[in-house]
């Protein structure tokens, strides 16, 4: 029986070959970092978004709730954070809901207190995507790759984000020159890059860099330099000029390959290109599916898919001067394991989780799960 990794892209094949023959409680918060002193705040604090904070700045402890607004349930999708003149907006876009890809973009409003707005649809995808990435550069939002209906896809679509928060009609882009199914992406500066992915029996072992100009225009993919090695289902980010990659798969998802425990880091050269890939500490344990992201000088990576289950463990280490990761250690654990949920954004000192799978048939939480660092 395939697992989550490989149960989707079999599904739909399945769907669109029979259309071809025919016609068509909240866990205990755990430390996640130094708690800010007591008494009186006389001078601003770190900012812990800089990449260059220490993991000793004092960016607070880290605790999860569920939001009171729910989402629309779904997994396999992405999910981004914009700010806008009517302040910053948290947008689901794409994904799979009950077994069936969906287009639908999703976009609610963050409060200064880190709450949600209801949640209301913006322009969906010109088509029904799941397992894609993506990234923002200003006011646009890119997507790239996935599962569709027809198959996996090789194309990129991109939107522009209104001052009101609405979407602008999807832009259909250049080829990301491999069809992906589950690659990641990063964005820096005006450039996107989309990493690995597969459509079976490849998995990529390549990056590609496009330039995003303010209009939404994306320009062609070139080649921006090679992974450890084939991955997908991994998690990506970027902090500063470096990109840590963590876990995934390095075969077919529909051959049940087993689950990766590796993290390596590479540094963002002048020319776009991403440099040698160094191999840093290991995770705990095996993880695909799962995200990342970070904050107050430590990298943290949770959630996802073990061999074997559903994971609600977040893992975090620290960044030290020279970019290298130090040991792990456990965080504050998400309220619900899930997987599928491929980006945490953050805003301000809150981090959000949207949806997910919940099992290996797909299953997914409307739940949306808030972490405050305070």
Request: hydrophobic share 40%; glycine share 12%.
């Given at each position: 029986?395939l697992?989550?990794?490989?149960?989707f892209?079999?599904?739909?094949?399945?769907?669109?070959?029979?259309?071809?023959?025919?016609s068509?409680?909240?866990?205990?918060?755990?430390?996640?970092?130094?708690a800010?002193?007591?008494?009186?705040?006389?001078?601003?604090?770190?900012?812990?978004?800089?990449?260059?904070?220490?993991?000793?700045?004092?960016?607070?402890?880290?605790?999860?709730?569920?939001?009171?607004?729910?989402?629309r349930?779904?997994?396999?999708?992405?999910?981004?954070i914009v700010?806008?003149?009517?302040?910053?907006?948290?947008?689901?876009?794409?994904?799979?809901?009950?077994?069936?890809?969906?287009?639908?973009?999703?976009?609610a409003?963050?409060?200064?207190?880190?709450?949600?707005?209801?949640?209301?649809?913006?322009?969906?995808?010109?088509v029904?995507?799941?397992?894609?990435?993506?990234?923002t550069?200003?006011?646009?939002?890119?997507?790239?790759?996935?599962?569709?209906?027809?198959?996996?896809?090789?194309?990129?679509?991109?939107?522009?984000?209104?001052?009101?928060?609405?979407?602008?009609?999807?832009?259909?882009?250049p080829?990301?020159?491999?069809?992906?199914?589950?690659?990641?992406?990063?964005?820096?500066?005006?450039?996107?890059?989309?990493?690995?992915?597969?459509?079976?029996?490849?998995?990529?072992?390549?990056a590609?860099?496009?330039?995003?100009?303010?209009?939404?225009?994306?320009?062609?993919?070139i080649?921006?330099?090679?992974?450890?090695?084939?991955?997908?289902?991994?998690?990506v980010?970027?902090?500063?000029?470096?990109?840590?990659?963590a876990?995934?798969?390095?075969?077919?998802?529909?051959?049940?390959?087993p689950?990766?425990?590796?993290?390596?880091?590479?540094?963002i050269?002048?020319?776009?290109?991403?440099?040698?890939?160094?191999?840093?500490?290991?995770?705990p344990?095996?993880?695909?599916?799962?995200?990342?992201?970070?904050?107050?000088?430590?990298?943290?990576?949770?959630g996802?898919?073990?061999?074997?289950?559903?994971?609600?463990?977040?893992?975090?280490?620290?960044?030290?001067?020279?970019?290298?990761?130090?040991?792990?250690?456990?965080?504050?654990?998400?309220?619900?394991?899930?997987?599928?949920?491929?980006?945490?954004?953050?805003?301000?000192?809150?981090?959000?989780?949207?949806?997910?799978?919940?099992?290996?048939?797909?299953?997914?939480?409307?739940?949306?799960?808030?972490?405050?660092?305070?």
């Amino acid at each position: 029986m395939l697992r989550a990794f490989g149960a989707f892209t079999s599904i739909v094949l399945v769907a669109a070959f029979a259309a071809c023959s025919s016609s068509p409680s909240g866990a205990t918060a755990q430390d996640a970092g130094p708690a800010a002193d007591a008494g009186v705040d006389s001078a601003p604090g770190p900012d812990c978004t800089d990449p260059a904070t220490a993991p000793t700045a004092p960016c607070g402890t880290l605790s999860w709730a569920t939001s009171h607004v729910a989402s629309r349930p779904r997994n396999h999708h992405v999910t981004f954070i914009v700010p806008t003149k009517s302040g910053p907006l948290l947008y689901a876009i794409g994904g799979v809901s009950n077994g069936v890809v969906i287009p639908n973009a999703d976009r609610a409003s963050i409060a200064d207190d880190g709450s949600l707005g209801a949640w209301t649809d913006s322009a969906p995808l010109p088509v029904a995507s799941g397992g894609l990435t993506g990234g923002t550069v200003g006011n646009v939002i890119v997507v790239a790759g996935g599962q569709t209906s027809g198959g996996v896809t090789d194309l990129s679509y991109s939107t522009v984000v209104q001052d009101d928060g609405s979407l602008a009609p999807w832009k259909k882009g250049p080829s990301v020159l491999q069809k992906r199914m589950h690659p990641g992406g990063f964005a820096i500066g005006d450039s996107i890059y989309v990493l690995g992915g597969f459509a079976d029996p490849n998995v990529w072992d390549d990056a590609v860099r496009a330039t995003v100009m303010p209009d939404g225009t994306v320009s062609p993919w070139i080649s921006a330099g090679k992974l450890l090695g084939p991955r997908s289902h991994f998690s990506v980010t970027r902090v500063g000029d470096y990109v840590y990659v963590a876990g995934g798969l390095a075969a077919s998802a529909l051959a049940n390959p087993p689950v990766l425990d590796e993290v390596a880091r590479a540094k963002i050269q002048s020319d776009g290109s991403l440099g040698d890939w160094t191999t840093m500490p290991k995770l705990p344990e095996p993880l695909a599916t799962h995200s990342s992201f970070f904050w107050g000088g430590w990298l943290y990576v949770g959630g996802g898919i073990t061999d074997a289950a559903h994971e609600k463990k977040l893992w975090r280490a620290p960044i030290g001067a020279d970019h290298a990761l130090g040991a792990w250690e456990l965080a504050a654990p998400l309220p619900i394991a899930r997987g599928h949920v491929h980006q945490l954004p953050i805003w301000n000192d809150h981090v959000y989780s949207v949806s997910g799978a919940v099992d290996f048939n797909l299953a997914s939480t409307s739940h949306v799960e808030v972490g405050t660092f305070q």
